[in-house]
């Protein structure tokens, strides 16, 4: 399966780095087995801006789109990124450079760093369950696919700072929700479309070493008026909370 990755960022050039040197060995690998992971670095409104340089030599097939909404909407800006992947799936068909036929794009926050071998592991469990999402699930829970609850819980909750779509779903998330469960949204968008979300279990190496490091400490100001706004907006959609 051919893997792209997502990354919005808005100033914090050391997390994106440390991030990136950890998506790093995950290319090393799948370079030896098929097409490297290419991925886009969207800089929301960063200062100073940010640029592809030898910082993040550590992935070689980086792309930098600059947005300027402030505040962010961040189901926007994840949309731009699974619009991306799926322009390039176009191009590269196109052009007979890649006639890989399954696809998946990895969401991913700045300020997380990964284990090496996660991102192919969500996309083999993708794979394996015939879902639309994949994501690393709570420590010590046994690999749980949800095909009939779009609010499964918190224990078993999409987590919106890491998880992999699968391209050919075209899920997109609701811009409406700008900051706060936009991941709930496509949760329970997967199942009601019927294909359902995985929650995977990692091995103990593995989950040790997947760390976000930041939860919920930019949701401040204007962003938790906006949680707010979008707990509204959620409830109205779905008829309820997510949690």
Known sequence: MKLYAVIPTHNRPAELAQLLATIGPEVQVL??????????VI?????????YNAEYRYVRRVTVMRDE???????????????WA??????????????????????????V?????LLQHLADELTAHDVDIAFPGSTG?????????PFPGVGLRLRGWCFVVRGSSGLRADESLRWWCGDDDLQAQAVENGRGTVSVRLSQKMDAGLWH????????GALREQTEKDMATFVAKWGRRPW
Do not use: M
């Open 213 to 220: 490091k930041h939860p919920d400490e930019s949701t401040t």
């Open 69 to 83: 909404e402030q505040p962010p909407n961040l189901s926007r800006l994840w949309n731009l990124g699974l619009d």
């Open 31 to 40: 370079a030896t087995i098929g097409p490297e992971v290419q991925v886009l």
């Open 86 to 111: 799926q322009r390039l799936r176009f191009v590269e068909h196109a052009t007979g450079s890649d006639d890989t036929e399954e696809w998946a794009v990895a969401i991913l926050n700045d300020d």
């Open 43 to 51: 800089d929301n409104a960063s200062t100073p801006p940010i640029e």
């Open 141 to 149: 829970l046994p690999c749980y696919v949800n095909k009939g609850d």
């Open 113 to 117: 760093l990964l284990s090496p071998g």
